[in-house]
């Protein structure tokens, strides 16, 4: 074989083993749409879906607390934080009572993850982050992925008010 045709074989395969490892990036913008997306029907939502990062099939619905989750199938990256779950308000039957009025993104910090920013990005946005009951808050078929996933408890949930 060819020097010069060994040599594009190995940049191939050095870019693709690159880009299996590489988080997509979410950025501010992205972020505050999704998380004000009440169906998630708006294109950059869809992209997430599209894209594989999230999955309908992947859907957990907490009936009792009007929530679902889409965990996450590919690593998304905001803020140096791991991006592992999209929580959005889900219902079968209103009941009348208690439909919460956001969605969230629950997250965990990486070591260089930026809280300051996060918390800026909360306050710029009328958001809130919870980071004490954010595991107890989840069913446990949830809450038990996740940190097996993330490989800790310690967890951090951004949540911003839906568009409606």
């Known amino acids: 074989m060819g020097k010069i045709k060994k040599s594009v074989l190995t940049l191939i395969l050095f870019l693709g083993v690159e880009n299996i ?40 619905s907490d009936a009792e607390s009007y929530r679902g989750y889409y965990l996450a199938n590919k690593k998304l990256n905001f803020m140096n934080f791991d991006v592992l779950a999209y929580q959005v308000i889900h219902f079968e039957v209103n009941v009348g009572c208690c439909v919460g009025s956001e969605n969230s993104l629950i997250l965990a910090p990486k070591i260089n993850a930026n809280l300051g920013g996060l918390q800026e990005f909360a306050k710029d946005n009328k ?14 078929e949830v809450s038990v992925k996740l940190i097996s996933k993330a490989k800790t408890s310690k967890l951090f949930s951004l949540s911003c008010e839906v568009d409606r």
């Open 21 to 60: 490892y590489a988080d997509e990036v979410l950025t501010d913008k992205q972020a505050k749409i999704i998380l004000a997306d009440e169906n998630q029907v708006l294109p950059i939502t869809k992209q997430l879906f599209s894209n594989g990062i999230f999955s309908k099939k992947n859907f957990i």
């Open 127 to 140: 958001c809130e982050i919870e980071s004490n009951s954010v595991i107890s808050d989840m069913p446990d």
